[in-house]
């Protein structure tokens, strides 16, 4: 016989977890949708209607203890908080503001900024970004979304927003904790003629395709496993059923990397040669390339070039080849089930022993491991 396993949260989560959900039907769970943005006596109501043998819920203010306190195994989505006998799932959010920070440090930004909303992953996102910096880093709280639903998208510039961006040295990155935030910060940029990239270079959070790709420019975002996530709250509510425990921390995944589209890119130097060489090596990560062979290509002589380079990015242009096409394999290892030898040739490594020399010395382990720990 079927358990009734009930998902109360948001369709724009749910689409973004069905992929992985969807196997566990196989396993005799039958999924109840019910949309979290019923009123909570109502939702309650429904719940002890259906009397579900588990509940899936995304993390909301004001909701979730409500639900909670029906006294269903209960799994939550998007949040690190932990309660009693229940299993929270969430990305790490300090780690996605350090991948983003990441992205603006490689390009050579000198000038970034935050955009935050006041949620608790806001605040998380914010610190893993500002700790990457040695300065302060401005950031601006935009609290115009707190009533919205994630798709939406009609607000208005207000004074406080317009005064911050204005006074930012320029060109600057700026990090939008998520990625309705990151649309309504580019279309903030256009509105106040400033160029987005070239002004002001945008990353978003989520990596969300129906906004990323929606926007003008398209945005720039920091790619969150939904499969992965999808998969642990999965698997933590069959765990639930079998009567085993809740761990005692959060269950958290890192983020898969920085996707680059034309809100954000390598071209944020002034130094014309530099930015030449940077766009030169973003549009080769595929090919064999050696730096001899990159300066014949730009006319540039290699060891004013050299030198000029590492004074700027602080490292060899060889070395930010390497650091790119790692970031290019983290994304292959995070969103798809290929080989290492298929990555590593999609990467431009010669082979794939290559690329796990190279993937080790810039994080630290071999690729391997790095997608086990996603899965």
């Not at 998007?78 to 983003?100: C, K, L, W």
């Amino acid at each position: 016989m079927s358990q009734q396993i009930a998902i109360v949260m948001t369709e724009v989560f749910l689409r973004r977890l069905t992929p992985a959900l969807m196997p566990f039907v196989r396993r005799q769970q039958d999924f109840r949708i019910v949309s979290i943005h019923r009123p909570v006596e109502e939702l309650k109501s429904l719940l002890l209607d259906l009397r579900p043998s588990g509940l899936i819920t995304e993390w909301l203010p004001a909701v979730t203890d409500e639900l909670i306190g029906l006294g269903i195994p209960t799994v939550i989505a998007a949040t690190d908080f932990q309660y009693p006998n229940v299993v929270s799932v969430d990305v790490d959010d300090t780690a996605v503001g350090e991948a983003a920070a990441e992205a603006f440090l490689q390009a050579g930004f000198r000038s970034v900024a935050c955009l935050g909303n006041g949620t608790p992953y806001s605040d998380q996102r914010i610190e893993g970004f500002c700790s990457q910096f040695e300065t302060e880093v401005p950031v601006h709280i935009e609290h115009a979304f707190a009533d919205a639903r994630y798709s939406e998208h009609f607000f208005a510039i207000g004074a406080a927003l317009t005064e911050w961006l204005k006074g930012l040295p320029k060109p600057v990155g700026i990090f939008a904790v998520h990625d309705p935030l990151g649309r309504f910060l580019c279309g903030a940029c256009q509105q106040l003629k400033l160029s987005v990239p070239d002004q002001v270079a945008v990353i978003g959070a989520n990596n969300d395709e129906l906004v990323c790709g929606l926007s003008y420019p398209m945005l720039s975002s920091v790619s969150i496993p939904w499969d992965t996530i999808g998969a642990r709250i999965g698997e933590s509510m069959q765990s639930l059923l079998s009567g085993c425990k809740a761990p005692d921390g959060a269950l958290l995944v890192p983020p898969s990397g920085v996707v680059m589209r034309h809100s954000a890119n390598h071209l944020a130097v002034e130094d014309e040669v530099l930015r030449r060489a940077m766009s030169y090596l973003s549009e080769r990560l595929e090919d064999i390339v050696s730096v001899g062979q990159m300066c014949g290509d730009l006319r540039i002589a290699r060891r004013s070039f050299e030198r000029k380079f590492k004074e700027y990015y602080r490292c060899t242009p060889w070395e930010m080849l390497c650091r790119m096409r790692v970031d290019r394999a983290k994304q292959l290892l995070a969103d798809t089930s290929h080989p290492i030898s298929m990555i590593a040739e999609l990467c431009g490594f010669n082979d794939p022993e290559r690329m796990t020399v190279v993937f080790k010395r810039v994080t630290g382990e071999p690729p391997t491991h790095w997608r086990k720990k996603l899965k």
